[in-house]
């Protein structure tokens, strides 16, 4: 027979185990390919685990030199623990989960190309990000501009692929 401390620690851990493998069936085998690229783009140092010294990098190839420690440890804590593959999509599929489809996505940001050019005015869409609704500063705009070129370098543009 078990003591209940010992039956506690069990149902922690199948609990535990649970929520991990929960996370891999809420995205498809492509998505988390993505995600396991992205991952190896951030863990310089290939360990396995996203450190401070794996972010700085990262950023440091982003062009951002000047990161405050305070962040890159804000950043860490979310995962409440070492950053390895596992707690790295958790912690996507926990932003991500409630997030509208990828075609009502598109579809709003064509708003902001009314000729179908396939392009966005940076500058205007800067300026609405500011000024709209959950208002991003300057800096997470800078960030948000600075990831989407990091996705495009290493993913490639869809034309190119045409």
């Not at 926990?94 to 902001?112: M, Q, R, S, V, W």
């Not at 179908?116 to 948000?144: I, P, S």
């Amino acid at each position: 027979m078990l003591s209940a401390s010992k039956k506690a620690s069990n149902k922690r851990q199948r609990g535990g185990q649970k929520s991990c493998s929960n996370v891999f069936s809420m995205f498809e085998q492509s998505q988390i390919q993505e995600f396991k690229e992205a991952f190896g783009c951030i863990d310089q140092d290939r360990d396995g685990v996203i450190k401070k010294q794996d972010l700085k990098e990262t950023y440091g190839q982003l062009g951002k030199l000047n990161v405050k420690d305070e962040e890159l440890d804000e950043m860490l804590n979310e995962g409440k623990g070492p950053i390895n593959f596992t707690v790295f999509l958790t912690l996507f599929g926990e932003k991500l989960n409630g997030t509208d489809p990828e075609d009502t996505i598109l579809a709003a940001f064509k708003l902001f190309d009314p000729n179908g050019t396939g392009f966005v005015n940076k500058d205007e869409f800067k300026r609405l990000l500011m000024n709209q609704a959950d208002k991003f500063t300057a800096d997470e705009v800078d960030q948000a501009f600075a990831l989407s070129l990091c996705y495009t370098i290493t993913h490639g543009d869809e034309k190119e692929e045409s």
